[in-house]
């Protein structure tokens, strides 16, 4: 199984909204990731994880929290969001830090209204 | 490098010619590359990768040339096939960091 399952698939939230996003994978990866993707463009790191702890946070602004409940389970809560953070989220994982290859889940396109 | 246009760079082929895919990477110190395969409305799915003591490695129908000397990776796919039509990413890694992704490039098959 080389799944990563992202939930939902479309998200629709208003800029006071709080709504979560959910990333789950079964290959015992150590390392789980969160990416945005714009149109057009390449993903960009927002977060990294490494057995649960938060290596990498990539300047994000705080209206992005990430969390990791477990070593299956990357969360990413999303609280008073703008319109330009409409965007494809993607999330990742790879077996650690070390081994890089990563496989992405289908990620959640997220418009904020 | 960045692409800082509106379109990606598009890459028109007809079906059963071969592709090949260019990227220009940054660091000269990346020890690891890897190619994805993005298609519409889903995520980039992982195709070949290569280490940096290598210049060349084979998967099925594609085949990765890595030029260290100009920091050139190329993505060669063979016979190409309508369901190649995706945009390709490289990404390149340097050891204890993050991959970064190359600006991508569109591969349109024509029948």
């Known amino acids: 199984d080389t799944e990563v399952t992202q939930t939902p698939k479309h998200l629709v939230m208003g800029m006071t909204n709080k709504k979560s996003l959910k990333c789950e994978q079964h290959m015992g990866h150590r390392a789980m990731y969160w990416y945005k993707q714009k149109a057009k463009k390449p993903p960009e790191l927002m977060f990294v994880y490494s057995y649960e702890k938060l290596s990498i946070n990539e300047s994000v602004p705080s209206r992005f929290s990430p969390e990791c409940p477990n070593s299956s389970l990357l969360n990413l809560h999303l609280h008073a969001l703008q319109p330009e953070d409409s965007a494809l989220y993607l999330c990742a994982s790879s077996q650690d830090l070390v081994e890089r290859v990563a496989f992405f889940g289908q990620g959640t396109r997220l418009t904020v209204v | 490098g960045e692409s800082v246009g509106l379109h990606l760079p598009t890459l028109s082929v007809q079906e059963g010619d071969n592709s090949i895919i260019n990227c220009a990477y940054s660091?000269?110190?990346?020890?690891?590359f890897i190619w994805y395969k993005q298609e519409s409305g889903k995520g980039p799915q992982f195709i070949i990768d290569i280490r940096s003591n290598m210049d060349k490695r084979q998967g099925q129908r594609v085949t990765v040339l890595l030029n260290k000397t100009v920091k050139h990776l190329s993505l060669q796919i063979a016979a190409t096939q309508p369901g190649d039509s995706a945009v390709y990413f490289c990404a390149e890694i340097y050891y204890g960091q993050n991959f970064v992704f190359g600006p991508g490039t569109r591969l349109s098959v024509l029948p």
């Open positions: 660091n000269s110190a990346s020890d690891y």
